[in-house]
């Protein structure tokens, strides 16, 4: 009995505690509904102006005119009048040749001259006296039965024949003339000059040396090299994304590691407006005057390259530039959101770059940019910076 009233007293005490724990279930709970901003960020204008400033780029000084001396004919340095760093001037002496062989070849072209000659006079000789008994005879046939009729026409063949071979001798000295002529020409080349005012920068061989045109120990080298070093030619190979407006005749300044401190300005003398498949670049040159001689062919250079565009493009701070793995963008705020805006990106100016994409002039964006904010993000305004220089 005692265990039955205990157990009861147990089920009515579990009754009891279940009722009083589902009571409050009823009541509806109260949630904030306040916007959550996941940051506070800075933002600057979008700016718009046109780009000018200047790109240093690598180049290197070339001669305007540079010759590598090679032999034309076969033969032996008999002498070399000058050595490297001679100063030389157009029409100079620089190598004399000997080849004895065509002292043999002038002989036989003059003796081919001499007898094509005698043949012709032969032949004007016999022309005259023919044509002389042709005129005679046409004289006399005047009077009937003197001479037959056939007589007369042999004779005005064989002036006419004559007159052939005349013609054929005449022939005969000129091309005989033409090959004496080859041979002075041939040793024409045995006496070597200087092409250009210039200064000797490589010499190779020395008297005794045989060399020819053809491949070979003598003919695979040049016996000198002849660069003019008073004017010389800057070649720019510009990058495609930089070539911007340029002009025939603007100033551009370099360097070269031979004077420090100092700076060097020349025109832009030759723009080749196009672009090579292979570099992506643009040749430019440069026509630099060297009067005191003081820059050396062959220096390397670094050129101050004027940008300009004629056309206003978009800048922002640097910093207003971020990217991930997919992305290069900056991030507009509209209404308190953040927007991702894709962007690519051009030269930079005073800590200042070029940006292209879905941007007005105006347009706030972030001003220190970071991946960390998303786009559709709530974000804070404050410090609103003034737009870029």
Known sequence: MKDFVFASTIL?????????????????????????????????????????TTILLPAQLTPYEQVDIYPKVTGFVETVTVDRGSRVHRGQ?????????????????EAA??????????????????????????????????????????????????????????????????????????????????????????????????????????????????VDEKRLRLTIPIPEAQVGEMKEGQTVSFTVPAYLGQTFKAPS?????????????????????NTDGRLSPGSFTTVSWPLHRGYPTLFVPTTSVTSDQQHTFVIRVRSGNAEWVTVQTGQTVNGDIEVFGDLSAGDEVVKTASDAIHSGDSVRVENQASSVR
């Open 12 to 52: 009515f005490a579990l009754t009891t505690g279940c009722d009083s724990g589902t009571s409050d279930k009823g009541a509806p709970a109260t949630v904030s509904a306040a916007p959550v901003v996941s940051a506070t960020v800075s933002t600057v204008a979008v700016a718009s102006k046109k780009l000018q």
């Open 93 to 109: 002496l620089l190598v004399k040749l000997t080849a004895p062989e065509l002292i043999s070849q002038r002989s036989q072209a």
């Open 269 to 289: 003398k030759r723009i080749s407006y196009e672009v090579d498949e292979k570099s992506r670049t643009m040749p430019v040159e440069l026509d630099v005057r």
């Open 113 to 226: 001259v001499r007898a094509a000659q005698s043949q012709l006079a032969t032949a004007q000789a016999k022309l005259a006296s023919d044509n002389g008994t042709y005129l005679h005879m046409v004289e006399a046939a005047k009077t009937p039965g003197v001479l037959a009729d056939n007589d007369v026409l042999v004779a005005g063949q064989t002036a006419l024949a004559d007159r052939g071979l005349v013609e054929a001798a005449n022939q005969n000295v000129s091309a005989a003339k033409d090959a004496l002529g080859s041979v002075s020409q041939t040793e024409s080349y045995l006496t070597i000059t200087a092409p250009f005012d210039g200064v000797v920068t490589t010499r190779n061989l020395h008297p005794g040396a045989l060399i020819g045109p053809a491949s070979g120990a003598g003919g695979a080298q040049p016996i000198l090299q002849i």
